[in-house]
């Protein structure tokens, strides 16, 4: 994992602190910068194909694809031509209680 990866925080897309699930639409293209998260995240691929590096490991996506991302995951996604839609499903550690 590079020295200075991003990372993105739940709280900077909750409309309610208090309310553990935030949904979000994303258009990506081109090569994003690698990040990691601390919360899950549900992704749906709605619309385009791409690539999705998963700590250094490159998988093919396409429209209708459904995964999840865990916390501290480092990924990017890669678009060489067109738009990828994605629908992110943000949720909480805390919603699937103690570990």
């Known amino acids: 994992m590079p020295d200075r990866m991003h990372i993105v ?48 490991h490159p998988y093919p996506i396409i429209a209708g694809d459904v995964y999840v991302m865990r916390p501290g995951e480092a990924h990017s996604y890669q678009v060489d031509r067109g738009e990828l839609h994605i629908v992110n499903v943000l949720i909480t550690p805390e919603l699937f209680g103690p570990a």
């Open 9 to 56: 925080r739940l709280s900077a897309h909750q409309r309610d602190p208090g309310f553990p699930l935030a949904v979000l639409h994303s258009v990506h293209t081109g090569i994003n910068a690698p990040h990691t998260h601390d919360f899950h995240e549900l992704v749906y691929i709605r619309r385009g194909r791409g690539i999705h590096v998963i700590h250094d």
